[in-house]
């Protein structure tokens, strides 16, 4: 199975600031890498798919990058309402997998 | 307008089984590969079924693989999952969701205890 290191698993940030968080896979993934953002008790939200592509509807603030084994989420400047978990997926192979989740909170 | 809509959760005893369904309207669910995705309570995202929209191409997370089934009806535009043994270690949220994360259900709990 692909296993999917995503860090780091908790990150301080304020409004404004610029936030990374990486996924690396396994093996080798192709574009095959979605990010979702999940806030409490509600499903998960698309943000990025194809490692790169902008979900129809998500600010572009938001933007993912890579190929292969990395993968980058990047908010360029927190809003308030950026503040929840966010996970990377990859779908290239059977079992899909998840990263570890990201936490993202107020500083 | 899309919806997806879980139904089927509840409290189970170890060794029990739920049937969990999962209805869409909005969108062709006909032409989507369709996941089961569950999270147990304070943890992270975990992939369990996958099946294509023809129910010939089925995949299973090795945790369930055995005890779950995923199944759909396409002129009811519905998903199902079928939870056989089940373990304490099942206790999750299931969700289902559209090929490619575009479409979630709001999930539906499953808790397995004595």
């Known amino acids: 199975a692909t296993q999917m290191t995503q860090s780091p698993s908790s990150l301080s940030a304020s409004v404004g600031d610029r936030v990374t968080i990486t996924c690396r896979a396994s093996?080798?993934?192709?574009?095959?890498l979605g990010w979702y953002q999940q806030k409490p008790g509600k499903a998960p939200k698309l943000l990025i798919y194809?490692?790169?592509r902008l979900q129809r509807g998500v600010p572009s603030r938001f933007s993912g990058s890579g190929s292969g084994t990395d993968f980058t989420l990047t908010i360029s400047s927190l809003q308030p309402e950026d503040f929840a978990t966010y996970y990377c997926?990859?779908?290239?192979?059977?079992?899909?997998?998840f990263g570890q989740g990201t936490k993202l909170v107020i500083k | 307008e899309v919806q997806v809509v879980e139904s089927g959760g509840g409290l189970v005893k170890p060794g029990g089984s739920l049937r969990l369904s999962c209805v869409v309207s909005?969108?062709?669910?006909?032409?989507?590969?369709m996941n089961w995705v569950r999270q147990a309570p304070g943890k992270g995202l975990e992939w369990v079924s996958s099946?294509?929209?023809?129910?010939?191409?089925?995949n299973y997370a090795d945790s369930v693989k055995g005890r779950f089934t995923i199944s759909r009806d396409n002129a009811k535009n519905a998903l199902y999952l079928q939870m056989n043994s089940l373990r304490a270690e099942d206790t999750a949220v299931y969700y289902c969701?559209?090929?490619?994360?575009?479409?979630w259900g709001q999930g539906t709990l499953v808790t397995v205890s004595s």
């Open positions: 997926l990859q779908d290239n192979n059977y079992p899909y997998t």
């Open positions: 909005g969108f062709t669910f006909s032409s989507y590969s």
């Open positions: 969701a559209s090929a490619g994360g575009d479409y």
């Open positions: 194809a490692a790169s």
């Open positions: 099946i294509n929209s023809g129910s010939d191409y089925i």
């Open positions: 093996q080798d993934i192709r574009n095959d």
